[in-house]
């Protein structure tokens, strides 16, 4: 079989325009010889139209679309890309070619004007658009996910949504694969989001996915984080989400962030007021490193630092070992002890 170029991709994608349109722009639907959705994101609304009908190329051509509103417009392609928050080309193609139930690989390199300009991968715009397509985290899998670690109480956690399929590139040549995840927003100081956190989950949400590594950070993450309440004077910050999240069941009103690594943790930014900086330490050699690092940034600002430390390797593992009452009475006898009232 020849293989496609990108146009003749499209094309075939254009004969098929009204299931692409239902299975991609789900939250639209079918005037006349038009699909109606509210744009390419997949938003309810009416103000974008794809054609169902036409020539399969040049004006009017089936599956071209046009959204009234932004003046944005593309063909089936950007529908893809778009909707499933995919950055590279290669991995438009591939999806394309899975919804044709075409051979692997079939895409022939070809230079092809995107009618949006396309985010770098990794980039700081790219992490805004996969977050614009998530779900909200309330009722998927990934709030599954996090209540088989101990993590019920969910308050406050608008920076965390799920994907349905949210394709994870390995290195190399192997296939794109596609897996449930967990986004994380990372924010600045003022609330504007440089970067995402995906973390891959299985199928049923029991756990991490299979894959290696099931957790991967996009955009701009040096001094930004993962932020769970707004601090002012008091803030606690650690490494992993899960860690920060335990956390919150014993203090859940305690403002935290989530650096996602320990070098990011050594370098977060702090808000202007604070005053007092828990220090939420991961019991291991990069842990000890962050913590000791950040003290000293602290010190050197006038901020008061408390190292908290867990019993086990995290405060994750604690809260799944041991239970929510050990965790909080574990936590209340290392924070200062204005804090046990207020928190």
Known sequence: MARLNASELAQRLGRQAEAVCRHYLSNGRKQGNYWQVGDVRNTPGRSMFVRLTGPEAGKGAAGKWTDAQSGEHGDLLDVIGETLGLIDFADIAEEARRFLSLPHF?????????????????????????????????????????????ITDLRGTANLRFHPT??????????????????????????????????????????????????????????????????????????????????????????????????????????????????????????????????????????????LSPMLGDFNDDLVSFGLEALRAQIRVQIAPEDVSRF
Request: negative net charge.
């Open 166 to 307: 949210c394709y994870w590139r390995p290195e190399g040549d192997a296939p794109t694969e596609a897996w449930p995840a967990m986004i994380a927003a990372v924010t600045d100081l003022d609330g504007k989001i440089t970067g995402a956190h995906r973390t891959w989950l299985q199928r049923d949400g029991s756990g991490k996915a299979p894959l290696d590594p099931p957790r991967k950070a996009m955009g701009d993450l040096l001094g930004n984080a993962v932020r769970f309440g707004e601090a002012e004077d008091v803030m606690a910050a650690g490494e992993g989400i899960e860690t920060i999240l335990s956390l919150r069941q014993a203090l859940p009103i305690m403002p935290t962030v989530s650096a996602l690594s320990a070098g990011h943790l050594a370098a977060i930014l702090f808000p202007p007021h604070l005053r007092r900086l828990y220090i939420v330490r991961d019991k291991d050699p990069a842990g000890d490193a962050a913590r000791d690092s950040l003290v000293d940034r602290a010190i050197e600002a006038g901020i008061e630092a408390i190292t």
């Open 106 to 150: 079939e895409l022939e390199p070809q230079s092809r004007r995107a009618q949006t300009p396309p985010a770098p991968s990794g980039s700081s715009e790219a992490a805004r658009r996969l977050w614009r397509i998530t779900q909200p985290l309330i009722g998927s899998l990934a709030e599954t996910y996090l209540r088989g670690r101990g």
